[in-house]
């Protein structure tokens, strides 16, 4: 790492620091240490606030803050909830706390946490916050500051936006930077998109999916140390012989190196998986800019697990296409943190596909509008038929409401639609007779007026010929039962 020519164990207690390290949250001993040394642990209140883009994140700065604070007597808060940080605080004060800045701002304005004694304050990642649009409660917060304390920006890139925040809240900040090094060779690696919570399955599937002859799993964290060996041992690779092993560098000729853990180096990168044949890293979606930048050229591109794309296999050529354009040019910070959660239980590739399914069902239904506005109404059968909807007056229901319901989700024309009679608990509805199996179909389960829709045939109610026996009037409402009486 490159400091302007410091070291980074001699940075000054009130220095401004920014850190420009992967999104890998086992790395964020390099940033938090110096910042929790500067905690008094003599004294109760707020110390130390870090800012993150949600609330895991926040619990992984917690969960890091509570081995390298091991032996004092700090405590630390992850404010995953205002309402359940608001509760802690007041019961025993913490003197580190992480949360996201609406969080913060919530807790400041309840009168929960209180900031004039805060000496440092950490926002990480920044280029993540920003993307996830978090910069206006960050501004909130950051007028409510000591003008004194320490200022650490922590992002993955240098974006002209993360820039002008440094500028403006962290001027002449010292910066902590990997080195540019003349040797760096490009480092071609695969990867595959998951939470931190389903690692462990997505190297299983990995191992099952390509069965390789020999293969090192690369990890950083004790955590993850542990946690990947028992899962080997399970799979039967387990002794001083096994074909897949743990290891933090992967030996000449190895088949396969997986990275578990993301590396926080080019040289670490290069070191873990410079010897073997292929590489797959199992990242976070946040940490996909990092490998890219980590990789110092190299080709980067996505592993998909072969039952993923069998369940998959749908999209057409000009679909295909059109998302390459939108990948080639789009920024997906937003839209990445969004689905990042799903990745629990579902592939990348799988989650894909529903998303492509979401757009075909969204461009079948304009379609169908613009259909509907060009093509003729279909004509009245000639005969009637009453069906008995579980809306009423009780619910606020209108006439239009139903006639509106029965045109955009029955499909029908208004020429196929006979009287209203909208009642205190429930609508009659006259309908072509021909087209009743249809509007019950598509009626029922759908809200009406914030109400699921129950749709039957009126029993007992022989269809009638159009405009017969009822007038010529096809919307009505009944009047209500005077209090006592019975419908």
Known sequence: MEQDGQAAGSV???QNVVYVLPHDWTSMSQFLGPMLDRVDDASQSVQLLVLTADAEAAAAVMAASV????????GLLAATSSARAARLIRIRPAQVLAGTPDTIVDLVRSTALKLDAVKGICI???DELIAQGGAPALETLMAELPKDSARTIVTAELSPEVEALVERYARRARRVVAAPNETDQPIAVEYLAT????????????????DPKSAVVFVRDENSNREVRDMLRSLGYSGADASIRVELAAPPDTALAILFDLPASRAEL????????RAIALIQPRQLSSLRALAAGGDVKPFALPESGDRARAAELRMREQIRDTLANGNFARELLALEPLLDEYDGIEIAAAVLQLLGRERSARAAVVGAATTPAPASSGTMARLFVN??????IRPGDLVGAITNQGGLSSAQIGKVDVRESHSLVEVDASTTASVIDRLTGSMIRGRRAVVRLDEGRAPRPAGGGGGDRRERVS?????GERE
């Open 12 to 14: 000054s207690r009130s």
């Open 67 to 74: 081995r390298l604070t091991e032996g004092r007597s700090i």
């Open 124 to 126: 990480a990642w920044t």
């Open 195 to 210: 939470s931190s919570n389903a690692r462990l399955a997505a190297l299983r599937r990995v191992l099952d999916a390509i």
């Open 270 to 277: 290069r070191e873990a998986a410079a010897g073997a044949q």
């Open 391 to 396: 809306v009423g007056a009780r619910d606020n």
């Open 479 to 483: 009047a209500r039962p005077r209090r």
